[in-house]
C-alpha cells in the first residue's frame, strides 16, 4: 500500500515498524509509538478539515494494521485517535454554533452534523487535537500507577497468588501491594521464553516471597492458591483475553478449582475484535518451534508438524475480573467501556 506522505514522515512510520520487528517492544511501548506517530502526522501533515484528518489517519492506520498483522494494540490506538478526532471537531462546532451553551438539542444537532459533514473548518482544530494526544499520553504514562494503585483491594495478608511470564503491569501491582501485605507468588515460567523466571528475580530483589514452578505443575498447586493474577496483551470486545503462552492452561485449572482469575490490564489494550474459534489463528503470530523441538533430519522428522505461538487465546467466561487504570470490571461490562473509547465508525478500520 502507497503512503501519499511527505518523505520525513514516511521515514518515522517505518522506523517504527522496524523497531517493532527487529526488537521485543512490550505493549506500553508499541502503543506510546503508535501515538507518537500518530501525533506527528497531525501535527507535521497538510489537512483543512476533520475529514482530510480522519481519511490520513485511517490511510497509515491501514498500512501500519496490514504490516503488523498481529498488533492488534495499533489498531486500538489509532481508533482512539480517530475519537479524539471527532469529539474535538464536534466540541468547536457546538462552540462556534451555539456559544458553548449545551442541551440535549444541541448535542443531538452536533452529533447530525457530524455524521452529515466533517469538511466544516473549525479554526484551531490542530492544536486542540493534539492537546487532546498529549492528555491521551499522560493518561497512557500514569496507566501502570493507578492499576497498581488498586492492590491493596485484591490483595490480602497470607495469601498465596500464581501468575505467570512476566508483566510489568503485574510485576508493579504485586509490589505495591507487598508494602503492606505479606503473601506469596507462584510463577510458572511460561515456556519457551521463560519470562515467569526475569519476574520471579525481580520480585525476590524486593524481599517477596517467591517461588518459580514448571508449567506443567500448575494444576497440581491450583488447589493451594487464592488468586490467579495476570497481565494481558490485547482484551476483547467480549472478554476473551490475549495473554502469554500457558495462560490458557492456568485459566482451565483455576476455573477447575474454583480460582479466582483476575487480568490486569490497561484499558488501551480493549479492542472491538471478537475472538472466534474458526480465527484464533488471526489473533496470534508464530515463531518457529526450533526451540522447543528439535528434530533431526529423517522420514520421520519431515512428517511431524510443530507450532510454536507467540501467546494463547482465553475464553471470556475463564476471566473473573479486569482491573483497568479507571477500576475493576466484569467481563459483561466490557461493551459499556468499548463506547466510550471508540467511534462506532472507527470499528473497521
Known amino acids: ?92 462546532i457546538g462552540n462556534e454554533d451555539n456559544s458553548g451553551a449545551e442541551s440535549l438539542q444541541n448535542i443531538l444537532m452536533i452529533n447530525k452534523k457530524e455524521e452529515d459533514d466533517l469538511t466544516q473548518t473549525t ?33 490480602h495478608s497470607n495469601e498465596i497468588i500464581m501468575t505467570l511470564g512476566y508483566s510489568r503491569t503485574v510485576e508493579k501491582f504485586l509490589k505495591n501491594a507487598a508494602r503492606k501485605r505479606k503473601f506469596t507468588v507462584v510463577v510458572a515460567e511460561s515456556a519457551p521464553f521463560f519470562g515467569g523466571q526475569k519476574l520471579a528475580v525481580s520480585l525476590a530483589e524486593s524481599k517477596l516471597s517467591t517461588t518459580v514452578i514448571a508449567d506443567s505443575a500448575v494444576f497440581a498447586i491450583m488447589s493451594r ?78 512428517k511431524v508438524r510443530v507450532f510454536n505461538p507467540l501467546g494463547d487465546s482465553i475464553n471470556a467466561g475463564l476471566v473473573d475480573l479486569f482491573i483497568s487504570d479507571v477500576g475493576g470490571n466484569v467481563p459483561s461490562y466490557l461493551y459499556r467501556l468499548l463506547t466510550e473509547l471508540y467511534h462506532p465508525q472507527d470499528y473497521d478500520l
Open 123 to 155: 479554526h484551531g482544530l490542530k492544536s486542540v487535537v493534539i492537546d487532546a494526544i498529549n492528555e491521551f499520553i499522560s493518561e497512557l504514562e500514569t496507566c501502570r500507577e493507578n492499576i497498581a494503585g488498586q492492590a491493596l483491594e485484591y490483595i
Open 1 to 92: 500500500m502507497s503512503m501519499q506522505l511527505d518523505f520525513g514522515f514516511k521515514d518515522e512510520v517505518n522506523s517504527f515498524l522496524n523497531d517493532i520487528r527487529e526488537s521485543k517492544m512490550g505493549s506500553f511501548e508499541v502503543a506510546m509509538r503508535t501515538v507518537l506517530v500518530m501525533r506527528k502526522l497531525v501535527g507535521s501533515t497538510k489537512w483543512s478539515n476533520a475529514k482530510e484528518l480522519i481519511e490520513l489517519i485511517r490511510k497509515v492506520g491501514k498500512y501500519l494494521t496490514l504490516t503488523l498483522e498481529f498488533e492488534g494494540l495499533v489498531q486500538n490506538i489509532i481508533r482512539r485517535i480517530l475519537k479524539i478526532v471527532r469529539e474535538e471537531y464536534a466540541e468547536n
Open 225 to 302: 492458591v487464592n488468586k490467579v493474577i495476570v497481565g494481558s496483551h490485547l482484551v476483547m470486545a467480549d472478554g476473551g483475553v490475549m495473554a502469554a503462552n500457558g495462560t490458557e492452561a492456568i485459566a482451565l485449572a483455576a476455573k477447575y478449582h474454583s480460582v479466582p482469575f483476575i487480568v490486569c490490564t490497561g484499558l488501551f489494550k480493549l479492542s472491538p475484535a471478537y475472538l472466534c474459534g474458526q480465527n484464533q489463528e488471526n489473533f496470534t503470530g508464530f515463531l518457529s518451534p526450533e526451540n522447543i523441538a528439535m528434530f533431526r533430519e529423517g522420514k520421520t522428522a519431515s
